[in-house]
T-cell receptor, first 111, second 115 residues
């Protein structure tokens, strides 16, 4: 399948370390945000979401932080594993059915 | 159960030809989305269906692009007079209902190459 994001920003982390992936969103009216994981040759896979009335949400090994003041979103992955290697996208939504995706970050997990 | 499926997985066509890309959403999902993803970019919204009707087609780049969903399930994205700039991965996603923020499930995409 298609290799997504040959020229994406890349984050390399050692297996077992924590990863932090950042995203700056553009629309101050956006009030719903999603993080997706995309492996090569596959479609994006939902990881976690957050609404603008929250500034933090936790899932299994993942935490999303939202800072509306500076329009910044981050995804933290605890104890990063080889299977976490992928491209990660944030997506924002401002009340329509249209989701605006960021350009993505490639996460490489080093053994 | 089965996820979103898309066919073909790869399509190579000559400039000027017509292509159809098919999406089979998850059974029972009323909302369906088409996106286009170019190399190194995030998915770009094309069109959204709620049931059989296109609720938002504002992302279609021009009138060469058209999508249908006649029975509220399978959808076909149609591209006329293809251009090299149309080369990309075309992703389809579906969600259980029309509520904004409903979790979208993506298919694997169709990689379109226009030569």
């Amino acid at each position: 399948g298609e290799s997504v994001g040959l020229h994406l920003p890349t984050l390399s982390v050692q297996e077992g370390d924590n990863s932090i992936i950042n995203c700056a969103y553009s629309n101050s009216a956006s009030d719903y945000f999603i993080w997706y994981k995309q492996e090569s040759g596959k479609g994006p896979q939902f990881i976690i979401d957050i609404r603008s009335n929250m500034d933090k949400r936790q899932g299994q090994r993942v935490t999303v932080l939202l800072n509306k003041t500076v329009k910044h979103l981050s995804l933290q992955i605890a104890a990063t594993q080889p299977g976490d290697s992928a491209v990660y996208f944030c997506a924002e939504n401002s009340g329509t059915y249209k989701y605006i995706f960021g350009t993505g970050t490639r996460l490489k997990v080093l053994a | 159960g089965a996820g979103v499926s898309q066919t073909p997985s790869n399509k190579v066509t000559e400039k000027g030809k017509y292509v159809e890309l098919r999406c089979d959403p998850i059974s029972g999902h009323t909302a369906l989305y088409w996106y286009r993803q170019s190399l190194g970019q995030g998915p770009e919204f094309l069109i959204y269906f709620q049931g059989t009707g296109a609720a938002d087609d504002s992302g279609l780049p021009n009138d060469r692009f058209f999508a249908v969903r006649p029975e509220g399930s399978v959808s076909t994205l149609k591209i006329q007079r293809t251009e090299r700039g149309d080369s990309a991965v075309y992703l389809c996603a579906s969600s259980r209902d029309h509520r904004r923020g409903g979790e979208q499930y993506f298919g694997p995409g169709t990689r379109l190459t226009v030569t």
